[in-house]
């Protein structure tokens, strides 16, 4: 049974940088299409980055390209998101959703992925 474990929120300031992790248990990451989606208060569940098993080619929000790094260690079935330059708009739960084999050129929706970590918290205020 696949978990996905994250850790690594806080709160920063504007303009700083933080980085999240997301572990998986129970399976192989190599296998898997993981994706890192934020979730702020009254709004909708939105996806910012992904990396793919099928061409491993990271996908990125337009509103964090150029911010935000996605990463895959496989051996340590742990995926990473780098946030540099953070805003106030980037508050939010983070979390990461997971998907067998997904697909080439970006999984951005919460339909794609069937499993889900519990969260983290991304406060960023001065």
């Known amino acids: 049974q696949l978990q996905l474990v994250e850790s690594g929120g806080g709160l920063v300031q504007p303009g700083g940088s933080l980085g999240l992790s997301c572990v998986a248990s129970?399976?192989?990451?190599?296998?898997?299409?993981i994706g890192w989606f934020r979730q702020a208060p009254g709004k909708e569940r939105e996806g910012i980055a992904c990396?793919?098993?099928?061409?491993?080619?990271?996908v990125y929000l337009e509103s964090g390209k150029g911010r935000f790094t996605i990463a895959k260690e496989n051996p340590k079935n742990t995926v990473y998101l780098q946030m540099n330059s953070l805003e106030r708009e980037d508050t939010a739960i983070y979390c990461c959703?997971?998907?067998?084999?997904?697909?080439?050129?970006?999984?951005?929706?919460?339909?794609?992925?069937?499993?889900w970590g519990q969260g983290t918290q991304v406060t960023v205020a001065s």
């Open positions: 959703g997971a998907k067998y084999k997904g697909r080439a050129g970006g999984m951005l929706a919460r339909s794609d992925y069937d499993y």
């Open positions: 129970g399976v192989f990451t190599n296998y898997y299409t």
């Open positions: 990396i793919s098993s099928v061409d491993v080619s990271p």
